[in-house]
């Protein structure tokens, strides 16, 4: 018989006939629970791929927001260690370098 083919089937005295329609190679044949077995897991597997795409993106997001502001707190503490060190006030620049030193080098 070939794959495909409709087949009559004696049972109980009854003509029945039987299709196998999804075919996957010469000789053998799916049937609908099998193609709906493999559907299920091909949806399974492509929304955990989905899943993991999206915790990436919202993960590259918020480090990139995180840091942007970590740069500009960077800019705006060495703006102010400039001022501080073209004047005569070095125990505020002292502090300023200090935070600058832990905004660069947390450990």
Same mark, same amino acid.
């Given at each position: 018989?070939?794959p495909?083919k409709?087949?009559t089937?004696q049972g109980d005295?009854l003509a @029945?006939v039987? %299709? %196998?329609? &999804? #075919?996957? %190679?010469?000789?053998a @044949? =799916?049937?609908?629970?099998?193609? =709906?077995g493999s559907?299920a &897991?091909?949806?399974?597997?492509?929304?955990?791929?989905? $899943?993991?795409?999206?915790e990436r993106q919202i993960?590259i997001?918020n480090?990139t927001?995180?840091?942007?502001k970590w740069r500009?707190?960077?800019r #705006?503490?060495?703006?102010?260690? /400039?001022?501080? @060190?073209?004047?005569?006030?070095?125990a505020?620049s =002292?502090? $300023?370098? %200090?935070? =600058? /030193?832990l905004?660069?080098? @947390?450990?």
């Amino acid at each position: 018989m070939q794959p495909g083919k409709a087949m009559t089937v004696q049972g109980d005295g009854l003509a @029945a006939v039987r %299709r %196998r329609p &999804f #075919s996957c %190679r010469k000789g053998a @044949a =799916l049937t609908f629970l099998e193609f =709906l077995g493999s559907a299920a &897991f091909g949806a399974i597997c492509g929304a955990f791929v989905a $899943l993991y795409n999206n915790e990436r993106q919202i993960r590259i997001k918020n480090v990139t927001k995180e840091r942007a502001k970590w740069r500009e707190k960077i800019r #705006s503490n060495a703006t102010e260690i /400039s001022r501080a @060190a073209t004047g005569d006030d070095k125990a505020k620049s =002292l502090e $300023l370098r %200090r935070e =600058l /030193s832990l905004h660069l080098n @947390a450990f």
